[in-house]
């Protein structure tokens, strides 16, 4: 029995190497498939690149830009003193020419105001004549004094008394011109006051809206009305960089408008921006209607074609 456990021995160990030499492929292979499932995938060589957000066509034979149609002049009339709005005088949709009255506020205060100014301006300017007739007064009486001196018949005293009298009557009209000025200047500030009771259309076109009603209470800084010129229509768009030197002022484009698709339109270009926007890398372009605008209005869309640039 004892002779027999070597033997035994011996077979348990050949069997553990047996096994364990079958098992290891499978064990390497397994390793390699865990590392290979774990390692990212790398990108695909010559993949397309991401598109910029705004570009032109790779041919650049054509390229089109759309956007609303606008003129220079086009802002809100604000209010430019408290009040209360009077009476109107424009509604929407009249044409307007600059200066014409859109609405009054209430300025009897104010008016009461300016008759008060005027009338103190009027009595300091009375008062300055007759300080100037006694300061010339005065001064005569001087100039008596100074030969009656000379031929020694009235003291030093009495000279010096008609001297000190009329530079006295010198200095009150200097001081009553002064207080006219100061009365001239309030009646002026008034009458600016007065003139901010109208509201006048800023230049020529059509009230597009009208933001207040009659017996209105406005604020200084409120919006009254809003002002639109008819003309010139233009347009405004950016182009990518690569288009610098491509498009020059006075050179015409042809417009067109979803609104009225048969009709076709010339623009000509007034102004290209000189700098590239950094944050856009693109231009600033500015192009003016050529004719007369027919049926375009302000605020429609419309499209710009670019052909044939170089």
């Not at 990108?43 to 149609?69: H, I, K, N, Q, R």
């Not at 005027?118 to 008062?127: E, F």
């Not at 020694?152 to 009553?176: G, Y």
């Not at 944050?279 to 710009?304: F, Q, Y």
């Amino acid at each position: 029995m004892q002779s027999g456990r070597p033997n035994d021995l011996a077979l348990v160990l050949l069997g553990t190497a047996l096994l364990g030499a079958a098992l290891l492929p499978w064990l390497g292979c397994s390793q390699k498939s865990t590392e290979v499932a774990a390692a990212p995938s790398p990108p695909p060589a010559g993949g397309p690149a991401p598109a910029p957000a705004a570009s032109a066509p790779a041919s650049d034979s054509s390229f089109t830009v759309s956007g609303p149609l606008i003129v220079e002049h086009q802002l809100d009339v604000l209010a430019q003193r408290e009040g209360v709005i009077a009476e109107l005088r424009s509604e929407v949709g009249a044409h307007v020419r600059a200066g014409d009255l859109l609405a009054q506020m209430d300025d009897r205060q104010l008016v009461s105001d300016l008759e008060g100014a005027r009338a103190k301006t009027r009595s300091t300017d009375a008062d300055l004549k007759n300080w100037e007739a006694e300061a010339k007064v005065m001064q005569s009486d001087y100039e008596r004094a100074q030969k009656m001196w000379d031929a020694q018949i009235i003291t030093k005293e009495q000279l010096d008394h008609a001297k000190f009298k009329a530079e006295s009557e010198t200095w009150d009209v200097k001081r009553v011109r002064e207080m006219l000025t100061n009365a001239r200047q309030t009646e002026r500030s008034l009458e600016l006051e007065l003139d901010k009771t109208k509201i006048r259309a800023p230049f020529s076109g059509v009230v597009a809206r009208r933001y207040v009603r009659q017996g209105q209470q406005v604020a200084r800084g409120d919006r009254l009305f809003w002002v639109t010129a008819e003309g010139p229509l233009g347009m405004r768009f950016t182009l990518p960089e690569k288009f610098i030197g491509r498009l020059k002022k006075g050179q015409v484009l042809r417009m067109m408008t979803p609104n009225l698709p048969d009709k076709k339109y010339q623009v000509r270009v007034v102004q290209v921006s000189p700098v590239v926007d950094p944050a856009s890398s693109t231009i600033e372009v500015t192009v003016e209607l050529e004719g007369k605008p027919g049926s375009l209005r302000p605020g429609m869309d419309a499209s710009v074609s670019l052909e044939n640039l170089r």
